[in-house]
């Protein structure tokens, strides 16, 4: 369990903060198994399923069913070094699969349930992925994917006991195993290879995102701070174990801040008031979530449910909105901190509880991360004037940087060059250090002279009850250079019109400033996003183009 400082400004926080990481750390072993050894009934996760059942589970748990799986992979030739794709949702078989390869030295590929049998043969031929753990709810598209994935020869399916020559069956190999993985001489550890994750970029193929044994105690800020995790809190991360954000706030942060990882694996549609429920039954102190479930679940009647045990929320992946936020202090009595971060990072700028919060700012710098703008000649930007999110690496990485990306050396390069991690974010930052995020660098759009960040006007229309959602892009133009388009999906009731449109754009230039307003609208039935959920605003660019 982590030490905490308990600093009273940001000042304080960056003049105490200090990571004491020990040589060839293995989360699996110098975490969980220590823990289950000198504490075994320490709680360590709440599960409840989609029916609603609710199971607990301590360490003891942890550490002897991964010790199992360790071995019935290593008998089916997991080694040391194979990557093995892990698909299951929010079961509690993600946590025992990713600490069992953590002690074999295999690389587990988090991965999200939608992909498709074409995704599922691009990152496996792609990443040479040697085994899957899945749920039963995959294997259809998995199979469909086999004939064109020679490497992948181990196959566990988790979900099920009935008999299929092609899968073992988790649970039966499980138990079967020996509940005895004794740590090597040799373990795997430090900056060895441990994760990778597939970036879910806007443009291109994804990239393979490598992290090594370090990258936990980057999440230490994460949970003990940014989250304001105690011993014994109950925390909520609504993130789908596919994706980066569940290993930010639903693992490695959480349990070394002594607190209790709850998993709600709901399936099908999202139900905002189904997750009001879930939080005030069970007691949730403290929840994390993208800014669009916070939007709808103040659409709902708050004070019908009982959140008194919730104590601290925050927010990370896109802008929060000003109205949201104000909303959720109004009903709640509690503000809601943001944090900016990437798949390659940790968390690296944030809002702490010993920060007064700005709606719509991500924060400040976190310890260990030198976080400054530069210009397009990479020169530091001073207050009130926009540019890149660059991290300084020289003459240390910070920990929770991402090694490389595998099998892209070109692409590492761009992206760590001249002593700087370069995000492709772009920001600026006011006189008090805060960071105002404004969108990727390729989304900015530059009109008679003037740099508007998209978030910026995505922020304004969604405020309006017409709009659900909205991604806003450049359209060239002859005279200003480029102009401001939105493309909108519309609420039910809504319709488009000549007069809908004239009162969007009276709307934003009442949000933000007036030249900001899109002078084109367009009305679609759903945006293009990646399967992560992120707008693809360069196929809407790439569409106009083709068009004019």
């Keep these: 369990m982590i030490n905490k400082v308990r600093p009273t400004s940001y000042e304080e926080f960056q003049k105490t903060f200090a990571l004491d990481i020990p040589p060839r750390y293995n989360f699996a072993f110098d975490m969980v198994d220590a823990t289950a050894q000198s504490d075994p009934q320490r709680l360590a996760m709440v599960h409840v399923d989609d029916a609603g059942t609710?199971?607990?589970y301590d360490f003891e748990y942890f550490s002897t069913q991964s010790s199992r799986l360790a071995n019935v992979l290593r008998l089916s030739g997991i080694q040391r070094g194979?990557?093995?794709?892990?698909?299951?949702?929010?079961?509690?078989?993600?946590?025992?699969?990713?600490?069992?390869?953590?002690?074999?030295?295999?690389?587990?590929?988090?991965?999200?349930?939608?992909?498709?049998?074409?995704?599922?043969?691009?990152?496996?031929?792609?990443?040479?992925?040697?085994?899957?753990?899945?749920?039963?709810?995959?294997?259809?598209?998995?199979?469909?994917?086999?004939?064109?994935?020679?490497?992948?020869?181990?196959?566990?399916?988790?979900?099920?006991?009935?008999?299929?020559?092609?899968?073992?069956?988790?649970?039966?190999?499980?138990?079967?195993?020996?509940?005895?993985?004794?740590?090597?001489?040799?373990?795997p550890g430090g900056d060895d290879p441990a994760t990778i994750f597939f970036s879910s970029g806007t443009t291109g193929q994804p990239k393979m995102v490598l992290h090594t044994f370090t990258y936990p105690f980057g999440h230490v800020v994460t949970g003990s701070y940014w989250h304001d995790l105690e011993p014994g809190n109950l925390h909520l991360t609504v993130a789908d174990t596919g994706w980066g954000k569940a290993i930010w706030g639903k693992f490695y942060g959480q349990w070394m801040a002594g607190a209790v990882v709850f998993v709600w694996d709901y399936r099908g549609k999202f139900e905002p008031a189904k997750l009001l429920q879930v939080v005030a039954e069970h007691k949730v102190t403290n929840f994390c979530a993208p800014p669009t479930i916070y939007r709808f679940l103040i659409r709902e009647d708050l004070r019908a449910y009982d959140l008194s045990a919730l104590r601290h929320c925050t927010t990370a992946g896109e802008l929060l909105n000003d109205s949201v936020?104000?909303?959720?202090?109004?009903?709640?009595?509690?503000?809601?901190?943001?944090?900016?971060?990437?798949?390659?990072?940790?968390l690296q700028i944030a809002t702490f509880p010993f920060m007064k919060p700005k709606a719509g700012s991500i924060g400040k710098p976190c310890p260990g991360w030198d976080v400054v703008l530069l210009d397009e000649h990479n020169e530091?930007?001073?207050?009130?004037?926009?540019?890149?999110?660059?991290?300084?690496?020289?003459?240390?990485?910070?920990?929770?940087?991402?090694?490389c990306y595998l099998q892209d050396d070109e692409k590492t390069a761009c992206v760590k060059t001249q002593g700087y991690y370069h995000t492709g974010d772009k920001a600026w930052m006011d006189e008090d250090g805060y960071f105002w995020f404004l969108?990727?660098?390729?989304?900015?759009?530059?009109?008679?002279?003037?740099?508007?960040?998209?978030?910026?006007?995505?922020?304004?229309?969604?405020?309006?009850?017409?709009?659900?959602?909205?991604?806003?892009?450049?359209?060239?133009?002859?005279?200003?250079?480029?102009?401001?388009?939105?493309?909108?999906?519309?609420?039910?009731?809504?319709?488009?019109?000549?007069?809908?449109?004239?009162?969007?754009?009276?709307?934003?230039?009442?949000?933000t400033a007036p030249y900001k307003y899109p002078r084109i609208v367009e009305y679609v039935q759903e945006l293009p996003k990646t399967i992560s959920g992120k707008i693809k605003r360069a196929e809407i660019r790439n569409r106009d183009s083709a068009q004019s």
């Design 380 to 403: 530091p930007c001073p207050p009130g004037v926009e540019g890149e999110i660059c991290v300084r690496i020289d003459p240390r990485s910070p920990v929770g940087l991402f090694s």
């Design 54 to 56: 609710r199971r607990e």
């Design 82 to 187: 194979d990557k093995v794709m892990i698909i299951l949702h929010r079961r509690v078989e993600f946590w025992t699969t990713m600490l069992a390869l953590h002690k074999l030295g295999a690389l587990g590929v988090p991965s999200p349930a939608l992909l498709t049998p074409k995704d599922i043969t691009y990152r496996v031929n792609f990443a040479s992925i040697k085994g899957i753990v899945c749920d039963i709810s995959v294997r259809e598209a998995v199979a469909a994917a086999l004939p064109e994935c020679p490497s992948l020869t181990v196959r566990v399916l988790a979900g099920t006991d009935e008999h299929d020559t092609t899968w073992q069956s988790f649970d039966q190999a499980v138990a079967d195993a020996s509940p005895d993985y004794p740590r090597p001489a040799d373990a």
């Design 439 to 511: 969108g990727r660098v390729d989304d900015l759009i530059k009109s008679s002279g003037y740099r508007i960040g998209p978030f910026e006007v995505e922020s304004a229309l969604i405020t309006h009850p017409a709009v659900v959602e909205a991604a806003v892009t450049g359209v060239p133009d002859p005279d200003r250079g480029q102009v401001v388009k939105a493309t909108v999906t519309l609420a039910a009731g809504y319709s488009p019109s000549m007069e809908l449109t004239k009162e969007l754009q009276n709307h934003v230039k009442k949000s």
């Design 325 to 346: 936020f104000e909303a959720w202090v109004e009903k709640l009595g509690m503000p809601i901190y943001e944090g900016y971060g990437q798949t390659e990072t940790t």
